[in-house]
């Protein structure tokens, strides 16, 4: 499995959704991230807190181990 650095910019053209460290679903919109309750955010506000990044088909294509490791690319 190769593993790359995945970019602000690679989920605001690639990811549907994203799933933080808190537990909160955002659904990705752009370079917007919308929660359930439609509360939008930035998702340079949110990137650090990003856990998990999914595609349209649900696919995880990027993952963080933990707070401090750098966002990398599952493929």
Known sequence: MKTSRFAFYDISSQADNVKTFEGK??????????????TAEKIA????????VKDK??????????????????R
């Open 25 to 38: 679903v955002y659904n990705v919109h752009g370079l917007w991230a919308i929660d359930r309750n439609g």
């Open 57 to 74: 088909h649900f696919r995880t294509i990027a993952k963080r181990k933990n707070p401090m490791s750098e966002l990398k690319s599952v």
């Open 45 to 52: 506000k949110i990137y650090y807190r990003i856990r998990t």
